[in-house]
Nanobody
Framework: QVQLVESGGGSVQIGGSLRLSCTAS????????MAWFRQEPGKEREWVAH???????SYADSVKRRFTIGRDSAKNSVYLEMSRLKPEDTAMYYCAARDWVGCEKDQSRYPYWGQGTQVTVSS
């Protein structure tokens, strides 16, 4: 069973940038689907982006052209590079993994989750 640990959250001003990282305890997940989700208080967790086993990526419309997901296989990690941040990006961000190469946008398809890292965007 893989363990996921996120890092890199924090507070940033509107228009700023942050880079989140998610490190997996098992290197085999370098070849599996990894994803980022986020959740605001009182709201459902929403899919942000994913990268499949072939390193193809997909993004929610709300973050497209502002966020970039990628892998650092040497570190067994996946990152989320966030730029031009907006107040509506404020949320707890979670890394998730599947035992499959292919990805889904449905959070119920991900059995492995990190603890989350908080991102706060303000003026």
């Amino acid at each position: 069973q893989v363990q996921l640990v996120e890092s890199g959250g924090g507070s940033v001003q509107i228009g700023g940038s942050l880079r989140l990282s998610c490190t997996a305890s098992v290197s085999a997940y370098n070849n599996n689907c990894m994803a980022w989700f986020r959740q605001e208080p009182g709201k459902e967790r929403e899919w942000v982006a994913h990268i499949n086993g072939g390193d193809s990526t997909s993004y929610a419309d709300s973050v497209k052209r502002r966020f970039t997901i990628g892998r650092d296989s040497a570190k067994n990690s996946v990152y989320l590079e966030m730029s031009r941040l907006k107040p509506e990006d404020t949320a707890m961000y979670y890394c998730a993994a599947r035992d499959w190469v292919g990805c889904e946008k449905d959070q119920s398809r991900y059995p492995y989750w990190g603890q989350g890292t908080q991102v706060t965007v303000s003026s």
